[in-house]
C-alpha cells in the first residue's frame, strides 16, 4: 500500500464543476487527482456542446450572487489561459405579467440592486431592432448580465489550468468503490480495472450518475434524490437579411421565455445563422440507457415539444425565423435534477464523515456557476466542518438533509421551471 499515488484532494468527475475543482484545489497548492470515467470531453454527459446561457435573473435569492461572482471568476480564468469562454450581451425574460416565477425575479432584482429594467410588449418591440413581439399581457425584464458560455471549452480551459498548476489527470476510470483507510485516514478510491489510488480528501461530482454512484461507494446507506434527464436542443435557422439582428453584434440578447412551457435560447453564435430555442425540460432516462434524442413520428413527447418552439418562434419572431422547416439541428444532453431544483453541496457523512464531499443536481442551471461551486467545494474539502460552518450561509439551501420528512425539499411560492415528459 506505500506505493500507492497518494493525492491531497482526489476529484471524481472531469465536468465542467469537477474539473473547476480540481483546478481551484491545484491552484491553492493542493497535489490534486482528476479521474473520469469516459474520456475527456467527452458528449455523455451535461459539459459538453457549443452554447450555454448565464444570466443572473433567478427567481431563488442565493443564485444571484454566486453567478455575479462566478462571472467574476470566468473573466480571471479567462486572462490566465488567453482566449474567451465568456460571450457577453444583456439577458431578456419575458413572461406574463402575473407569473409567479417572474414577479420573484424582479422582486429579487430589487431586493439585491441587481440593475434591470422592466419593459411592456411595445417598449419591447423599440428595444430591440428585430421588433420581437409578445402578448400584450405580457411584460420583459432586462438585465446587463447575460450571454453565452462555450461549454467544451471551458471544461478544457479548466482541465489546462488544473495541470499548468500541478494537477493529475486520468480519464478512461470509472470509479466502483471508496473505502475508509483504517490505518492511515483518508479515503481509497478504486477503479473498475484494478486501479487504487489515496487521497487525504475526496470530491465526487458524477453529474447523471450521482445517484447510482453514491449509492454504491454508500453501500446503500445514502440514496441522493438526483434524477437524470434527457433534453434536446434545437437550433434554428434565421432567414437571409435578418442574420445579423440575432447576432451579440447586433444586440440580440440571451433568453428566457416565462410562458407553459419555460423555453430559453442564445444569439447565433456557434453555428452562423442559428439560434438556439429549447424547452427547458426532457424525459427521465437511466444515463446508461438513453435515446440520444431519437424523434420521429412515434414519439409523440419529442413532436409535442417541436409544436411548442413553432408556435413560440411564429408568434415572437415571426417571418425571421423559420420555423415551418422545424429546427435544423438537435443536440442530446443530460440535466440532473432534484425535486427542487436545487443544488446538493454536502458531506457524504456516516462513516465517511466530512473526507468525502458530495455535489450534484446542477444541470439545467448549474453550468454558468461552476468556478464558485469549484471554489465551494475546495474549501468544504481542505476546510472540513470548520468551513461547512463559514460557508453556512451559502449553503444552507444545498444540504441532502433538506429532504428528510420533506420530500420536495426546499419550499418555494412559486412553479417548477422545468417541464417533464
Keep these: 500500500m506505500d506505493d500507492l499515488p497518494q493525492f491531497e484532494v482526489i476529484v471524481i468527475g472531469a465536468g465542467v464543476i469537477g474539473s473547476s475543482t480540481a483546478c481551484h484545489a491545484a491552484k491553492q497548492g493542493h497535489k490534486t487527482l482528476l479521474l ?14 457549443e452554447s450555454r446561457t448565464i444570466r443572473v435573473t433567478y427567481p431563488e435569492p442565493y443564485y444571484s450572487p454566486m453567478v455575479i461572482e ?8 479567462e486572462s490566465e489561459i488567453g482566449y ?3 460571450f ?7 413572461g406574463p405579467a402575473d407569473n409567479t416565477l417572474l414577479v420573484a425575479i424582479i422582486a429579487n432584482c430589487e431586493q439585491q440592486s441587481i440593475k434591470h429594467k422592466i419593459l411592456d410588449p411595445h417598449q419591447l418591440k423599440r428595444w430591440l431592432p428585430l421588433e420581437m413581439e409578445i402578448p ?14 462555450k461549454p467544451t471549452k471551458a471544461v478544457a480551459m479548466f482541465q489546462t489550468l488544473a495541470i499548468k498548476h500541478g494537477a493529475v489527470l ?17 479515503v481509497l478510491v478504486f477503479g473498475e480495472s484494478g486501479q487504487l489510488f489515496w487521497g487525504r480528501k475526496c470530491v465526487v461530482k458524477a453529474g447523471a450518475w450521482m445517484s447510482k454512484l453514491v449509492k454504491r461507494v454508500s453501500n446503500g446507506g445514502v440514496s441522493l434524490p438526483i434524477q437524470p434527464v434527457e433534453t434536446n436542443l434545437y437550433y434554428w435557422k434565421v432567414k437571409e437579411g435578418y442574420k445579423f439582428d440575432f447576432t451579440i453584434e447586433g444586440g440580440f440578447p440571451s433568453f428566457a421565455s416565462y410562458g407553459d412551457p419555460y423555453m430559453y435560447g442564445t444569439p447565433a453564435l456557434e453555428f452562423p445563422g442559428l439560434i438556439k430555442v429549447a424547452v427547458h425540460g426532457g424525459r427521465d432516462c437511466d444515463p446508461d440507457f438513453r435515446t440520444w434524442g431519437a424523434g420521429g413520428p412515434g414519439n409523440e413527447g419529442t413532436q409535442t415539444v417541436i409544436q411548442y418552439l413553432k408556435e413560440w418562434i411564429k408568434s415572437t419572431f415571426g417571418y425571421r425565423v423559420d420555423w415551418e422547416g422545424g429546427p435544423m439541428m438537435r443536440q442530446s444532453c443530460l440535466y440532473s435534477l432534484t425535486p427542487d431544483g436545487d443544488f446538493v453541496i454536502d458531506f457524504l457523512g456516516g462513516e465517511f464523515g466530512e473526507d468525502v464531499v458530495i455535489a450534484g443536481g446542477f444541470s439545467g442551471h448549474g453550468f454558468k456557476m461552476a468556478p464558485v461551486v ?12 470548520e468551513a461547512a460552518v463559514r ?11 433538506r429532504f428528510e420528512g420533506t420530500p420536495r425539499g426546499n419550499v418555494k411560492s412559486f412553479e417548477d421551471q422545468v417541464r417533464l415528459r
Excluded: C, Y
Aim: glycine share 10%; no cysteine.
Design 36 to 49: 473520469e470515467q469516459f474520456d475527456f470531453l467527452h458528449h455523455r454527459g451535461s459539459s459538453h456542446g
Design 70 to 77: 462566478s462571472k467574476n471568476l470566468w473573466n480571471e480564468a
Design 84 to 86: 474567451n469562454i465568456h
Design 88 to 94: 457577453p450581451t444583456q439577458h431578456l425574460d419575458v
Design 136 to 149: 400584450d399581457d405580457w411584460v420583459a425584464v432586462v438585465t446587463d448580465v447575460g450571454g453565452v458560455l
Design 170 to 186: 486520468k480519464d478512461k476510470v470509472e470509479i466502483v468503490d471508496l473505502k475508509l483507510d483504517r490505518q492511515r485516514g483518508g
Design 374 to 385: 469549484g471554489r465551494m467545494l475546495v474549501d468544504l474539502a481542505v476546510g472540513g466542518t
Design 391 to 401: 460557508l453556512d450561509e451559502e449553503i444552507k439551501h444545498f444540504k441532502v438533509t
